[in-house]
């Protein structure tokens, strides 16, 4: 089993920069694929960002691609979500996942851990 717990959220300006970290339990956090994800108001759950559990392969959305960097700790079972020149339209509660197998970019499933999400606001 993995705990996880996404921090690193809040109210920032549009054009503002957050760093969102997600802290994971368990010795086997360095074979995780690991992903953020966002579900806005009113919208479903979407894919953010992917990285590989060795930090070399990592995976964007369009709509982040350029803006947001996905990285990652293993000695500190941490990964972290870097967001630059937010915009209104990224306001959501972000989730961090992990996934045990390899899984195609971009999708939503097979993702075996979850944390509880961290409320990210854009105000324009």
């Known amino acids: 089993q993995v705990r996880m717990v996404e921090s690193g959220g809040g109210l920032v300006q549009a054009g503002g920069s957050l760093r969102l970290s997600c802290a994971a339990s368990?010795?086997?956090?360095?074979?995780?694929?690991m992903g953020w994800f966002r579900q806005g108001p009113g919208k479903e759950r979407e894919f953010v960002a992917a990285?590989?559990?060795?930090?070399?392969?990592?995976y964007y959305a369009d709509s982040v691609k350029g803006r947001f960097t996905i990285s990652r700790e293993n000695a500190k079972n941490t990964v972290y979500l870097h967001m630059n020149s937010l915009k209104p339209e990224d306001t959501a509660v972000y989730y961090c996942?992990?996934?045990?197998?390899?899984?195609?970019?971009?999708?939503?499933?097979?993702?075996?851990?979850w944390g509880q999400g961290t409320q990210v606001t854009v105000s324009s």
């Open positions: 996942a992990a996934a045990e197998a390899a899984l195609p970019p971009g999708t939503t499933l097979g993702y075996n851990y």
């Open positions: 368990g010795r086997t956090f360095s074979s995780y694929a």
């Open positions: 990285i590989s559990w060795s930090g070399l392969s990592t």
